[in-house]
């Protein structure tokens, strides 16, 4: 499976847990399938209770990501030795949580990294970007900490990091509309980002659509099919420094080599 792995980079102030890389920079890194969604980006995923790993690549600066994806990116020319990372530190996810990010293509500067609990351990960096125009699961996770002061206030996060954040209109979907997430979320009535039956029906409506027959309102392919320059947009995210490819094996090669 190819992953577009997108850099957000750490603002200052830096937390106090990313104090001792002050200067250089640093990066949280999302694996994402759908580069041309970048344009809607409105905050961060992080687990709160997932253990993530700070380490140096050779040419992109520091990154942060679980333990298993640094593995398979040291297998992918990211690390100076074939297979091996250096484990800087070590830090579980609520720590992360509030942490001001830099995003590429995004119309918002400054995002911040929120909590969501449905992100698997076992699937890309364990950091997920998140675009709430396109993916039902990003907008229920940011409905449930706009509507939850109790929500927000367990991990921490206050209104200025949630409320200025409305989706995106990035996409035109024909039958959905320009926000098409929202759309199957009102459609089948989710309730909270907990709502897994409903929201895996949900994504199953916008993607194959999205991906066919969804047309870009933004960007310099405004007016393009996405299909046409999906491509496109990876590579100049890729040119720009601001994404890398990154490989996930198949499960089985995983459980089979440990
Ligand atoms: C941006 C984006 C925009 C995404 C969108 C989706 C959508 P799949 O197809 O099931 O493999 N993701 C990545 N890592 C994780 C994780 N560890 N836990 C939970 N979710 C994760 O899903 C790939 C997508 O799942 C990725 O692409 C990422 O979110 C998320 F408009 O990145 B995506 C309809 C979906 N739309």
């Known amino acids: 499976q190819e992953y ?15 104090e001792s890389f002050k ?4 990066s949280f890194v999302a694996a994402t399938l759908r580069p041309e969604t970048m344009y809607g980006q409105t905050n961060c995923w992080i687990h709160p209770d997932i253990k993530y790993i700070v ?21 992918q020319d990211f690390t100076e030795r074939d297979g091996e990372f250096k484990i800087l530190q070590e830090v579980v996810g609520q720590n992360l949580l509030g942490v001001a990010l830099k995003s590429p293509f995004t ?11 449905t992100i698997k351990e076992d699937k890309g960096t364990g950091i997920v970007t998140s675009v709430p125009s396109d993916s039902p ?7 449930d900490l706009q509507k939850k002061p109790a929500f927000r206030e367990k991990y921490g996060i206050t209104e200025e990091m949630i409320m200025p954040f409305k989706p995106v209109p990035i996409l035109e979907i024909p039958e959905f509309g320009n926000l098409s997430a929202v759309y199957v979320y ?10 897994r039956e409903k929201l895996t029906q949900a994504k199953e409506m916008v993607y194959l659509k999205g991906f066919y027959d969804g047309v870009l309102l933004v960007g310099e392919y405004k007016g393009s099919k996405i299909q046409d320059v999906k491509k496109n947009l ?25």
Do not use: H, W
Request: proline share 5%; net charge positive; hydrophobic share 40%.
């Open 55 to 75: 380490f140096e690549t050779v040419k992109d600066g520091i990154f942060i990501s679980t333990k298993r994806a640094a593995r398979n990116m040291a297998y």
């Open 137 to 143: 699961d990003d907008y229920a996770a940011l409905v």
């Open 107 to 117: 119309c918002y500067p400054k995002i911040y990294a929120l909590p969501m609990l």
């Open 4 to 18: 577009t792995l997108i850099k957000m980079e750490v603002l200052e102030p830096y937390p106090s847990i990313l």
């Open 234 to 258: 990876q590579n100049k995210l890729i040119q720009e420094k601001s994404a890398v490819v990154y490989y996930e094996p198949e499960k089985t090669i995983i459980s089979r080599s440990g």
């Open 186 to 195: 009102d459609k089948l009535k989710i309730q909270s980002q907990n709502d």
């Open 23 to 26: 200067g250089k920079k640093v």
